[in-house]
């Protein structure tokens, strides 16, 4: 009995700790952000009336404009292809058990996280400055980021199969280069696909923001009407940005019930053969397929391309070369990026712990209410951050708390999306069980599913975490706070040492919140 106490006050203690330190954390996040009550009161009514003026839908516009949500959707699905083929091709150097070195995983791994830390916007005004404004460089931007990102997700995917697979095909003589792309890349089919659809709505989304540095797609336009203040329109751009999102997550959705099959039988040697031959043959038609569009997808000549390489090794040169005197601005920015970053995830945490009970289909109060949660979600979930940083930009001006709470509602539809459809797949029996018991949905979400599920949770607050590192960086760009502002005024004046400096810094500060949450998820998850 008092070791049953002890247990329980321990256990008690600890929540109180941790209870603390999320409070600590939200009100030193919100100093670091700027957050004033009293700023977001006095500026409401101006962003309610900038919010108003959007529910307007110009539905001529949308038709005058569907050549560059195409334009948009092709770059997006051409650079999602591109950079999960090559992805699968260099994958087999980063998995400890697939790589034939030792230390060229080690060093690879480590290379590819540090141009993972660099977001598609700063990829794409890197680009730009090297190649000129125009839908190559969003492309070329797009395929960079589908590349780093599938090579970590393929990577991790590899790593967590299981070891006695290896150890059966090695058994057998087969080499570890024939174990990756005769064996394994052909069961991954299915994990693949839904690599190029995450890819591919990743870079629909990210599409809708290059064009605020001329990179081509829709995003130029939604800026082009943004800064002629034309609202309805830019709602218009927004709704058709939703449905394309929709659509791609209805697809995905699918391919997650169905079973991709190999379209080809093996019954004997002989068809194995011909299964060979075929394979060898598909994979030519997808790679000329792929390449057609990709040459019908750029818009640049050999002299353009060519000039931009030149370009663009100068500039590299002198990123290379950073001024370090330059720190004393960059390293406070950088804490001003940290503090709308934490002050995002936890914000975020909050409203997607009050939205999930609403949003889960096999806790909420009814169906209804289901959907109405599921599409007001999706809708935060496509609203870029950057336009809701505007809107706060109207009420609060520019600055680190505009850039918080934007961030905040981008994080909220996402972490919400994350957590209600874990809580779905909790088996029906266990569902009914409790309701068996008489228990109310919000108590069977407050005293037993949560605390079940918490771990689960904090795992998906510590991924938007280090997401929202990357992205307050993004949202620096239009002047949100952070370090993404210095980044903006030293690309557009062409101060590359200093941009190497900000990339420096940027990257550390990345780098580091991905060491610690990787650290917290071992000790706590």
């Not at 400055?129 to 395929?143: I, K, P, T, V, Y």
């Not at 309805?232 to 959705?253: A, E, K, T, Y």
């Not at 169905?258 to 031959?277: Q, T």
């Not at 004393?328 to 709308?340: D, K, L, N, Q, T």
Request: glycine share 6%; with cysteine.
């Amino acid at each position: 009995m008092t070791q049953l106490k002890t247990y329980l006050s321990k256990k008690r203690k600890k929540k109180i700790l941790l209870a603390m330190a999320f409070l600590v954390m939200l009100v030193a996040s919100g100093l670091g952000s700027q957050v004033s009550l009293s700023s977001f009161l006095r500026g409401l009514p101006d962003m309610l009336d900038l919010v108003r003026r959007m529910f307007t839908l110009d539905f001529s516009y949308i038709v005058s404009v569907m050549d560059l949500v195409f334009e948009t959707f092709l770059i997006a699905f051409v650079s999602s292809a591109f950079g999960v083929f090559l992805a699968c091709i260099i994958t087999f150097f980063l998995p400890y058990n697939t790589s034939p070195s030792q230390i060229v995983s080690k060093v690879l791994s480590a290379v590819f996280s540090v141009f993972r830390t660099l977001p598609s916007l700063i990829w794409a005004a890197l680009l730009v400055s090297f190649f000129s404004a125009g839908r190559f460089s969003g492309l070329l931007a797009l395929s960079i980021i589908s590349f780093f990102m599938s090579t970590k997700l393929i990577k991790e995917y590899i790593e967590a199969m299981d070891k006695d697979d290896f150890d059966f095909y090695k058994s057998l003589g087969i080499g570890k280069g024939k174990i990756y792309y005769k064996i394994i890349l052909t069961k991954m089919r299915k994990f693949i696909v839904s690599t190029f659809l995450l890819c591919l709505e990743s870079n629909i989304r990210s599409a809708s923001i290059l064009g605020l540095v001329g990179a081509g797609g829709i995003g130029q336009r939604l800026w082009l009407e943004l800064n002629h203040m034309n609202y309805d329109r830019v709602s218009s751009i927004i709704f058709m940005l939703l449905i394309l999102i929709f659509l791609i997550d209805l697809v995905s959705q699918k391919i997650r019930e169905i079973d991709i099959k190999s379209p080809i039988n093996v019954n004997n040697l002989a068809s194995y053969k011909k299964n060979n031959i075929l394979r060898e043959i598909l994979f030519i038609i997808f790679l000329i397929a792929l390449f057609l569009i990709i040459k019908f997808s750029i818009n640049i000549t050999y002299e353009r391309f060519t000039l931009g390489l030149k370009q663009g090794s100068v500039i590299i040169r002198k990123i290379l070369s950073p001024d370090f005197a330059y720190l004393s601005r960059a390293v406070p920015a950088a804490f001003e990026s940290a503090a709308i970053a934490i002050f995002a995830s936890l914000m975020g945490a909050i409203v997607s712990f009050i939205f999930t009970p609403f949003t889960a289909v096999n806790i909420a109060p009814s169906k209804k209410v289901s959907v109405l949660f599921k599409v007001l979600i999706n809708v935060i979930r496509t609203f870029p951050a950057i336009i809701s940083a505007i809107i706060f930009f109207r009420g609060l001006g520019p600055g680190p708390f505009a850039g918080a709470l934007a961030l905040s509602v981008y994080t909220s539809g996402m972490l919400s999306k994350l957590y209600f459809e874990y809580i779905e797949d909790i088996p029906a029996e266990t569902i009914m069980s409790m309701k068996a018991l008489g228990l109310s949905p919000f108590t069977m979400y407050a005293k037993i599913i949560y605390p079940k599920t918490y771990r689960s949770f904090l795992g998906f607050v510590l991924y938007r975490l280090e997401s929202n590192v990357r992205n307050s960086s993004i949202l620096g760009l239009i002047g949100a706070g952070g370090i993404g502002t210095l980044l903006s005024m030293n690309i557009a004046w062409r101060n590359w040492n200093r941009v190497g400096s900000l990339l420096l810094v940027s990257s550390i500060m990345i780098i580091f919140f991905d060491y610690l949450s990787s650290t917290i998820r071992k000790k706590l998850l």
